[in-house]
């Protein structure tokens, strides 16, 4: 399927209807009721139709713009999804060019520093050069971590957790002042969906006992760590649609040009997932951390309570 048809099909869903004089579109489909409306910055933001910088630099306006999130002399870690030795156009990976835009708006809200770092599936040196993040990352002036060995992490508590009651986080999390989560958006064959909650497995060094002890209560257990992310940033520019995580070619990958992003982990999962339910059919029901992150108060799912920015490029 290619861009123009894609387009159509979600023109067809209804996801394309109410765009208004602003060039803002419901993305969120469904049927879903728009978000409530009130003056001031955005809870989430979702955005379709453009390059990956330039629908961030949209959507972080809508926010507040980053200092909102980001203080100066402010040390920030930055958490992709670089579990795959895949190159951008296989969507294993979040897109280089998306981190690249985070990393200069953290700059320019006057951060003092800037780390990249995640818990690779794959061989981690083949991850951080083929996904082609940790050259787009050092050319923009940010420090790139390993996270392959046990020593770069350190056990923490989890008091709210139900299942995962502690477990070592990487040295960056812990070390950084703020940190922003950017997940790309694709399947998943245990979870269902990968996205900004369950990329937080790849702060973690054990994430073997996720899969052996009630995955999805896990991938909520993290959630309710006390330093969350101050932002999490959806990567849907290209989304793999099938044989999730890693994928097998690109029949596997759809080009939506889509961005979501908001502090709230859950609703910009949930956000997240109905975008995807218009690629592939996905229940909001079948992403089982949702509900239990909803139920545990981390985020909402309730995605009318929230102030919902929408714009189309």
Known sequence: MNRQEFLKSLAIAGMTAAVSTHGSMDVLAQGAKRGKKQEGPADLAAVIGGEPAEMFNAAIQRMGGMGRFVKKGQKVCIKPNIGWIKTPELAGNTNPELIVAVIKACQQAGASEVTVFDHTCDEWRGCYTTS????????????????????????????????????????????????????????????????????????????????????????????????????????????????????????????????????????????????????????????????????????TMNLNSLNTARVRM
């Not at 050259?135 to 923009?140: I, L, Q, R, T, V």
């Not at 040295?171 to 002042?177: F, P």
């Not at 997240?272 to 909803?294: C, H, K, S, W």
């Open 132 to 299: 082609g993040i940790q050259e787009a990352a050092e050319n923009a002036g940010a420090k790139v971590l390993p996270g392959n060995d046990e020593r770069y992490y350190t056990e923490v508590q989890l008091p709210l957790a139900k299942n995962l009651k502690t477990c070592k986080l990487h040295n960056a999390i812990l070390e950084c002042d703020c940190w922003i989560n950017i997940p790309i958006l694709k399947t998943h064959s245990g979870a269902r969906m990968t996205i900004a909650m369950k990329n937080l497995m790849g702060i973690v060094w054990d994430r073997r006992f996720f899969h052996t002890n009630n995955l999805n209560q896990c991938i909520a257990d993290i959630c309710t760590y006390e330093k969350m992310p101050v932002l999490n940033i959806v990567d849907a520019y290209r989304v793999m649609k099938s044989n999730g995580p890693r994928g097998r070619s690109l029949a596997d990958v759809v080009n939506p040009k889509g961005l979501f992003i908001s502090p709230d982990i859950v609703a910009v999962d949930t956000a997240a997932t109905r975008f995807f339910n218009q690629i592939v059919e996905m229940p909001l029901d079948e992403v089982g951390y949702l509900a239990i992150g909803d139920e545990m108060n981390i985020g």
